[in-house]
Nanobody, 115 residues
């Protein structure tokens, strides 16, 4: 069983930065693939960035070069560093982890970027 808690969202002006954190309970967290997803109003939830248990990363084209995902397994935490934020980055951001057949979600954190 894994429980995920996101934090770090907020209101920021375009061009600004935020760092999201996904803190996990459960010893298996370090073995999981972790993804940050976002869902804007009226749109589907989409993958923004992901990181494997060994640190390999992948990014959506829309955030490449601006967002960086990282993990600290000692702290059971995954981070999403977001720079050069744009109004179109406004969404609820969710943390997700996959372990075999198991799929866990956090409650989400709101990110709002003003123009």
């Amino acid at each position: 069983q894994v429980q995920l808690v996101e934090s770090g969202g907020g209101l920021v002006q375009a061009g600004g930065s935020l760092r999201l954190s996904c803190a996990a309970s459960g010893s298996i967290f370090r073995l999981t693939y972790v993804g940050w997803y976002r869902q804007a109003p009226g749109k589907q939830r989409v993958l923004v960035a992901g990181i494997t248990s060994t640190g390999n990363t992948n990014y959506a084209d829309s955030v490449k070069g601006r967002f960086t995902i990282s993990r600290d397994n000692a702290k059971n935490t995954v981070y999403l560093e977001m720079n050069s934020l744009k109004p179109e980055d406004t969404a609820v951001y969710y943390c997700n982890c996959l372990y075999g057949p198991y799929n866990y979600w956090g409650q989400g954190t709101q990110v709002t970027v003003s123009s």
